[in-house]
């Protein structure tokens, strides 16, 4: 009997001691608040300013950008030349339009959520400014001659769910004529069409003067249309690609590579800086709609702002107007009919037609609210100047 007590107590006692370890197990591996962390191995579904702040900054530098908000300038950035959607990257297509496929650790969410400027307030440098709305691609092409280019798309361009793009408040409509978003030609990634496929475009981009030169004889796209209420980043269409530049168009699943490129990239940002493995959570980890131009309480140093809208904000250029740590998110997407910002879900996976490419585009209907041409929409020319070939 006294043997089987004995036995009795220490099953119990490893029993307790099983369920313990269990329970901490599950604690330390759920979501928590009030600014505790939370372990990262995937992005969040909506991604908040926090998640962008975390992910970012051991790559780059926050600042303060007057009508707009925080900037995220990468370290790339220093170097002469360098622009976004041309190095260390390449294009593919998918299901839902045309995807950049970036090889930096950040890429999965500087080429995907979203504009870029280039302005006296970062320096002369190509600076991201967070959005929330996922893409394949955030970009607007040209194409003439034996050449084609391609323009990260400015702060002035806004998306609203389920309608599309918008410049100055109206609706960008493909085929027509009368937009370019305000892009100048050093904008562009400039290249001929046999250096369309395999990436590595900083060795085959134009010069200063043939960027030009091409530039002015080439007609613009947009290249995005709606289709079943989705954004499709169709670019200069799948089968005139194939067309101009003689080589098939494979075409991939978009919510595939979106997962692929953003597991891969998490591992390596937190294998190459340990402490991106835990993000602060609490207040940051809600994505709260904020009306541009008004501060979220708690966080009044940078007043939110939408691609499209300018703050009042002013700033000494050069000067930061705020902290990125205590930044207010600014909101990339807003409804046809009230100022609020509406989130996007996931990527877009419609299967669509094969377009033909559109000349030009067009916007359609006045808004009471239009935007100021964007900042940053002629950035300093490359001083790495190539020919075309």
């Not at 992910?55 to 220093?78: E, I, K």
């Not at 979203?114 to 959005?131: E, F, K």
């Not at 496929?197 to 080439?218: M, P, Q």
């Not at 249309?225 to 991939?252: F, K, N, Q, Y």
Request: with cysteine.
């Amino acid at each position: 009997m006294k043997i089987k007590w004995i036995v009795n107590c220490k099953t119990r006692v490893f029993g307790v001691c099983l369920a313990t370890l269990m329970a901490c197990a599950m604690f330390m591996a759920a979501p928590v608040s009030n600014g505790q962390a939370v372990v990262v191995t995937a992005p969040p579904e909506v991604p908040t300013i926090g998640y962008f702040q975390a992910q970012l900054t051991p790559y780059g530098q926050w600042v303060g950008v007057p009508g707009v908000g925080t900037a995220w300038v990468p370290n790339d950035a220093n170097t002469p030349g360098w622009r976004p959607y041309m190095n260390a990257g390449r294009w593919e297509y998918t299901d839902a339009g045309w995807y950049w496929q970036s090889d930096y650790p950040w890429g999965d969410i500087a080429f995907h959520y979203g504009r870029w400027i280039n302005n006296p307030y970062t320096g002369g440098r190509w600076a991201w400014v967070p959005a929330y709305d996922w893409a394949p691609s955030w970009v607007a092409w040209r194409e003439g001659g034996a050449g084609m280019a391609w323009a990260p798309l400015p702060w002035g361009v806004e998306f609203r769910p389920g309608l599309g793009l918008f410049w100055h408040g109206g609706l960008v409509v493909e085929g027509g004529v009368g937009v370019d978003f305000g892009l100048g030609f050093d904008a562009f990634v400039c290249v001929g069409l046999d250096h369309f496929w395999g990436g590595d475009y900083g060795r085959f981009a134009f010069d200063s003067f043939h960027s030009r030169e091409f530039f002015e004889h080439s007609r613009f796209h947009a290249g995005y249309r709606m289709e079943g209420g989705h954004l499709r980043a169709e670019g200069l269409g799948r089968d005139h690609i194939a067309s101009i530049t003689h080589h098939e168009v494979v075409e991939h699943k978009a919510t595939e590579m979106r997962r692929a490129e953003a597991s891969h990239n998490i591992a390596r940002r937190t294998t190459e800086h340990k402490e991106l493995a835990h993000t602060p959570a609490g207040r940051e980890t809600t994505r709260k709609p904020a009306t541009p131009g008004h501060a979220t309480p708690g966080h009044a140093t940078v007043r939110p702002a939408t691609p499209g809208h300018t703050t009042p904000e002013r700033a000494t250029p050069g000067h930061a107007t705020g902290a990125a740590a205590h930044a207010t998110p600014s909101h990339g997407a807003t409804t046809a009919t009230a100022a609020h910002t509406t989130p996007s879900h996931g990527a877009t996976t419609a299967t669509a037609a094969h377009a033909t490419p559109s000349h030009g585009a067009t916007t359609k209907g006045t808004a009471s609210h239009a935007a100021k041409p964007a900042s940053g929409s002629k950035p300093a020319s490359s001083s790495s100047e190539k020919k075309p070939e």
